[in-house]
């Protein structure tokens, strides 16, 4: 199996080192293109064998599934190249959220998946999720799962529910570090405590969470009450909490929201040309 690679940015390359060091593919397996040619160049110094190409359609040629790593407005005229060199039997898959499948098969005749991967992927961790357009037949998705299950956990999930699912699995990691950042801060500000060893202990303690959290059979709200026990430090603290971050969590949940709707419609008006019948995700 051959896979290519639109755009090796922050997360093309990471999914490319990720599938190549989990010995998913070999990097002869793998034809890269970047708009800024030496990104790409890099990668094929790290992995020998790594393809460099100079146009869509040679990356196109030499694969059977294409991972399209760019921004959502950078999405047409990428498909109107691959349109010119577009088969049936190439699957395109989508990496970002407000480009819709319906976006993409309206315009080409190939199989489309859209799997939204997370940073954790780099580790070989984290979920990613997957859509499947209706051209997918059951041997193209467990191929995908196949090649995602290397580096992730994969989740199959409706498209309607895109957004809330990025949010929890791509954003997540950001959402998680700026409180473990500003938690760190405080740590150093009020204790004098040195800032290296509270973010690695923060972070092994996330590390710990984690772990409890996916192998060790904890729910959150399990794992919760057994550190807060009644009368004790943590339930002081979590009683903060909860009064202080009341609302944030549906204020996030808008704020994404809203982002996502005022691309997608963006993404509509560029794939379209005018706001018709646009589904509401
Ligand atoms: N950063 C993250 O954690 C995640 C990002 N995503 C999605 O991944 C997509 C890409 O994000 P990043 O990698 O962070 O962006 P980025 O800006 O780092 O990478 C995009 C790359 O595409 C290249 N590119 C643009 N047009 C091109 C063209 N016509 N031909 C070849 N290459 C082209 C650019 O030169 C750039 O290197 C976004 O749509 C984002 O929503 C999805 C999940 C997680
Ligand atoms: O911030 C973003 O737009 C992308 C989508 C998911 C993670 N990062």
Redo the contacts with the bound molecule.
Sequence with gaps: MKVGF?????????LIEALIQSGALEPEQVTA????PQ?AQLLAAQYEGLHVAST?AEVIEHSHIVFL????M?YK??VD?IAQCDRPDLILVS?????LIEHLESQLKCKIAKI????TNYVWSGASIGMYGSRIQTEDRLLLEQLMMSISRPIQISEEYTRIT?DLC??G??FISFFLEKWVEAAVEVTGIDKKEATRLACEMVHGTGKLLTEGGFTPEQLKQRVAVPGGITAEALRLLQNQLEGVFHQLIQVTHAKYEEDLEKVHHVFYGQEVNRPQY
Aim: net charge positive; hydrophobic share 30%.
């Design positions: 639109i755009g090796t940015g922050s997360m093309g390359s990471i293109i970047n708009r800024t990104k869509i790593c760019i921004k959502p950078e005229k990428v190249e990496i970002t959220s407000p480009v939204i991967p997370s940073i990025s791509s954003c990691p950001a």
